[in-house]
């Protein structure tokens, strides 16, 4: 089946400092692979998408890069904000599932001044 | 462009009643969805939808229902509220059949059972 499995939380950065949340998925097919964020008391964003292998999405000076040979979408940002604050959520959809999405369990982040 | 919009965004319900929780989107996506989000859990999925006439069952879909008579609308009824279906309610469009498009999601609505 498909599946995500994410970073737990919470992280907590000083800002400038460098981001990584761990994304790792399972896939019967060749899946398209999503990070959406969640600003406080509101729904979720898309913040960068991959739809192939080594396919890099990138936004608002975040990056991931779709590694197909360890199934990973890791997330990164070189120096973080303290408007980066958010919960952040890795997704898959996958075509033999009519497009239906799996999410991760969220990886909340506070960035500290 | 409204995109997904939810209503309402709180809502407190006593054990036993039953409400509806509305969603609209004016994307003509074919796709609608409807995930609960807990702590810890990320978000679930409760029904789905791949067209007008057409709904299915997602992970979690005990005590709730929804139906599909118009590409537009897909509300999510709660038959009984019970005090474990105290959650934040997500509802989502995409367009279906195209695998590379994103969903969009509605505010969220913030539900207490007491």
């Known amino acids: 089946g498909n599946s995500v499995t994410q970073m737990e939380g919470p992280v907590t950065l000083s800002e400038e400092a460098f981001l990584t949340i761990n994304c790792t998925y399972t896939?019967?097919?060749?899946?398209?692979l999503f990070w959406y964020v969640q600003y406080p008391g509101e729904g979720l964003q898309l913040l960068l998408k991959?739809?192939?292998?080594?396919d890099k999405g990138s936004n608002k000076g975040f990056e991931a890069t779709y590694r197909k040979e360890t199934t990973s979408f890791h997330l990164e940002k070189g120096s973080v904000q303290v408007s980066d604050s958010a919960v952040y959520f890795c997704?898959?959809?996958?075509?033999?599932?009519?497009?239906?999405?799996?999410f991760g369990t969220g990886t909340s982040l506070t960035v500290i001044p | 462009n409204a995109g997904v919009t939810q209503t309402p965004k709180f809502q407190v319900l006593k054990t036993g009643q039953s409400m509806t929780l509305q969603c609209a989107q004016d994307?003509?996506?074919?796709?609608m969805s409807w995930y609960r989000q807990d702590p810890g859990m990320g978000l679930r999925l409760i029904h789905y939808?791949?067209?007008?006439?057409?709904?299915d069952q997602g992970e979690v879909p005990n005590g709730y229902n929804v139906s599909r008579s118009t590409t537009e609308d897909f509300p999510l009824r709660l038959l009984s509220a019970a005090p474990s279906q105290t959650s934040v309610y997500f509802c989502?469009?995409?367009?279906?059949?195209?695998?590379?498009?994103?969903?969009?999601f509605g505010q969220g609505t913030r539900l207490t059972v007491v």
């Open positions: 939808s791949v067209g007008a006439g057409i709904t």
């Open positions: 991959a739809t192939k292998a080594d």
């Open positions: 994307m003509n996506h074919e796709y």
């Open positions: 896939a019967t097919g060749y899946p398209s």
């Open positions: 997704a898959l959809s996958a075509r033999d599932t009519g497009n239906q999405f799996y």
């Open positions: 989502a469009s995409s367009y279906s059949g195209t695998l590379n498009t994103e969903a969009f």
